[in-house]
């Protein structure tokens, strides 16, 4: 019986989210679910509350009112309870946050480690899976320093994928990207997706959305003001906001 | 010119290489003390729980402010002469030195606490964030990824703390003739045709313990410096 609910249950369940910046409202009333395996893209201009969503989901960024769940568990306050849960929540920053002071290899080994546990040799082993997989495996004994853009923010997607994350967010991963390096990131992200992983995805890399995405979301001024499929979204934008954006985008 | 030196008076102080002996001592374990007590300082000081962060705060702002003088001779006092604290020591020299050492750490580590503070904003935020993120505990976070980080980046301010210890120890002297300040106070007292010498002698003595501390932390600070 649980096995059932566990399959019917959203892997992210936000219910009447708001959040504020002092008085700046930057969340409102924010409600949606995202079931297991989706890839979902959002899109918004600059300001309208798209990190300020993503970082919410683990906990970076506290709520003021409603609920968010992942997996069917409600995000507890902070402590042990949070961490774990953080854990099944891989997270890709723009600014890929690699540990400056370890080796690549070091990053994707430290949080299985320290977290899950693991045994260093099953770890390692892992690690060095994952960066064969990204496509890094011969920068495994680099500092971040030493490694491209394009190269780190794959090293910082294997280190969370090492944590084998039920979902992963990902906050505009390749705008810190010098060009020629956004479509090896963006590879590694279809990949991924291809493989089934439930994905949260905001970017401004429309050939991503149309491409990997089952789904969009359209945010302006802290409201999700479209939801629906990319081609949807893309050839027949409801909204004037949502015009006004892929106008914008387009032309450019 | 030296033939005073073998004085039996000055005896007691193992001679002025048993003298900077005690002074080494008595930096040594105040060193340790102070970082050990001034990184918990800081972690207070960052950590989420306000309770922590206000008696950091207080504690640093209140104790670096009092001249260390004052510290040393009211540790002496209150602890030693009116609790009757031994802290262990078994005669009146040990016990001094043990409230000396306590007395530095109790100082120091606020400085320890501040240059630390420092380092720990040079890590980026995002670090800090990412490692959270990956369900590192707050502790974990701050052991793992913060602290290597920031002690790193403070290696050469530390290494003037510590200088500062190093000439501090000589406060002991307003309780204890066991260092060498003490030594110092006892040759000026009876040399008074030497008075330079002996001033000379151990401002140098002091140079040479000090300079190397400065020249080999200043090495290590740019060995293991992180790469941004
Ligand atoms: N820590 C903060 N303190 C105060 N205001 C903040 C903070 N973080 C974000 N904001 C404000 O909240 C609003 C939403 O920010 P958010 O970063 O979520 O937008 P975004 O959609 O991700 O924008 P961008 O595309 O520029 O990344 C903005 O007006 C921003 O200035
Ligand atoms: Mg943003």
């Known amino acids: 019986m649980t096995e059932q609910t566990s399959s019917a249950t959203p892997m992210i369940k936000a219910t009447a989210v708001n959040k504020y910046f002092g008085d700046l409202h930057v969340l409102k009333d924010i409600t949606f679910e995202v079931p297991r395996g989706q890839v979902v893209v959002v899109l918004g201009p600059s300001g309208s509350g798209k990190s300020t969503l993503c970082r919410s989901i683990n906990r970076l960024e506290p709520i003021d009112s409603g609920t968010i769940e ?141 491409k990997a995405a089952d789904r969009v979301m359209f945010m302006a001024d802290g409201e999700i003001v479209e939801d629906t499929t990319p081609d949807d979204f893309f050839t027949n934008p409801r909204s004037a906001r949502a015009k006004d954006f892929l106008g914008k985008i387009l032309t450019h | 010119m030296f033939d005073f030196l073998d004085k ?100 120091t580590s606020c400085f320890v606490c501040e240059t630390l503070r420092s380092g720990i904003n040079t890590v980026p935020i995002g670090q800090a964030e990412a490692a959270r993120a990956l369900g590192l505990t707050f502790f974990q976070v701050l052991r793992i990824v913060v602290l290597p980080q920031a002690f790193r980046s403070v290696i050469a301010p530390l290494a003037s703390v510590l200088i500062a210890l190093t000439k501090n120890t000589t406060v002991t002297a307003s309780i204890a003739g066991i260092e060498a300040a003490g030594l110092m106070a006892a040759m000026i007292e009876r040399e008074s045709d030497k008075v330079m010498l002996v001033f000379a002698m151990f401002a140098v003595g002091f140079v040479i313990l000090t300079l190397p501390m400065g020249m080999f932390l200043g090495w290590v600070a740019k060995k293991v410096s992180v790469k941004r």
């Not at chain 1, 849960?85 to 290899?105: E, P």
């Not at chain 2, 048993?18 to 102070?34: D, K, N, Q, R």
């Not at chain 2, 009092?66 to 002469?81: E, H, N, Q, W």
Request: no cysteine; charged share 15%.
């Open chain 1, 70 to 210: 992942v997996d069917g568990q409600p995000l507890p306050a902070e402590g042990r309870a949070l961490a774990q849960l953080r854990a099944d929540v891989g997270m890709v920053f723009q600014s890929f946050n690699l540990f400056a002071h370890k080796t690549i290899l070091d990053n994707v080994m430290l949080a299985p480690v320290k977290v899950r546990k693991q045994d260093k040799a099953t770890a390692r082993k892992t690690a060095m899976e994952l960066l064969e997989r990204v496509g890094i495996a011969n920068q495994a004994h680099k500092y971040p320093a030493q490694l491209s853009g394009g190269q780190q923010q794959r090293a910082a997607i294997a280190r969370a994928l090492a944590m084998k994350p039920k979902v992963m967010m990902f906050d505009e991963p390749t705008s810190a990207l010098d060009p020629e390096m956004v479509q090896e990131v963006l590879d590694v992200m279809t990949g991924l997706a291809r493989e089934g992983m439930t994905m949260f995805v905001v970017t401004h890399e429309m050939g991503f959305a149309r």
């Open chain 2, 8 to 107: 039996p008076l000055y005896a007691e102080y193992g001679g002025i290489l048993g003298a900077f002996w005690v002074t080494i001592e008595l930096t040594f374990f105040s060193a340790i003390g102070s970082l050990i007590w001034g990184t918990i300082l800081a972690a207070m000081r960052v950590s989420p729980v306000p309770v922590m962060r206000a008696f950091g705060a207080a504690y640093v702002n209140v104790v670096r402010n009092i001249p260390l003088t004052v510290i040393i001779v009211a540790s002496s006092m209150v602890l030693a002469d009116q609790l009757l604290w031994t802290l262990g020591g078994s005669d009146s020299r040990e016990i001094s030195f043990r409230v000396a050492v306590l007395g530095f750490v109790a100082y």
